[in-house]
Structures are given as C-alpha cells and as structure tokens.
Nanobody, 123 residues
Framework: QLQFVESGGGLVQPGGSLRLSCAAS????????IGWFRQAPGKEREGVSC????????TYADSVKGRFTISRDNAKNTVYLQMNSLKPEDTAVYYC????????????????WGQGTQVTVSS
C-alpha cells in the first residue's frame, strides 16, 4: 500500500519550533517532488514548501520563507519540514504529498496524501 505518514506536530508557543516528518511506505521517494501543505479550519489547503527529487531545489510560500526549511533523506525515504519562529497563523493540519519528478503549485496534481499532523501555535 502506497502511503505517507506525517508526524511531529503538536502544541507550541509562538516563537517556538517543530520538526515535521513525512515517511513514505510502499514506494521510494527518489523520483518524486515532495510537497508540504497545510489546511486551517475554514480555509483551503495551501502549499507551504516543496523539494524537488534532486534535493537541491526547494520552494517556499512567502508566508514561511526564512522560517521553514524543507529537506529530504532518500535513504530513510523521509522528508522533513523544520519550522522555526512559529506564529499563531501557522496553526493548521499539515500534510505531505508526492508528485512524480517535479513540484507544482497545483495542489490537485499531487498523489499519495498522508493523514496529516496537527500543528497548533498558541500561548
């Protein structure tokens, strides 16, 4: 069965940090761009960051640039999202998903969505 499992979410105070993990099972991530997305209550799912299959090229939403860092470890079949200087507006369920070979801003193009991990930023 092809799937992602996200982990690492939780409750953190503003200014704090979390590291999310996205572990794939049933397929290898080597030939996929992997995106992180988030969805807050009452809002549409939005792209946060993406890392190309090379592991060199990355993209970030303007709202997280300079605060979030995406990385991948193909040997562990896992992608990470390091989130620093968290803000209350970062509160959402975070998901990862795969797109063969590339990254895209079009959320509908991605496959193999995980179940998500909740991130809550609150004092």
């Amino acid at each position: 069965q092809l799937q992602f499992v996200e982990s690492g979410g939780g409750l953190v105070q503003p200014g704090g940090s979390l590291r999310l993990s996205c572990a794939a099972s049933g397929f290898t991530l080597d030939y996929y761009g992997i995106g992180w997305f988030r969805q807050a209550p009452g809002k549409e799912r939005e792209g946060v960051s993406c890392i190309y299959m090379s592991g060199i090229t990355t993209t970030y939403a303007d709202s997280v640039k300079g605060r979030f860092t995406i990385s991948r470890d193909n040997a562990k079949n896992t992608v990470y999202l390091q989130m620093n200087s968290l803000k209350p507006e970062d509160t959402a369920v975070y998901y990862c998903a795969a797109l063969k070979y590339y990254c895209s801003e079009d959320v509908s193009r991605y496959n193999y969505w995980g179940q998500g991990t909740q991130v809550t930023v609150s004092s």
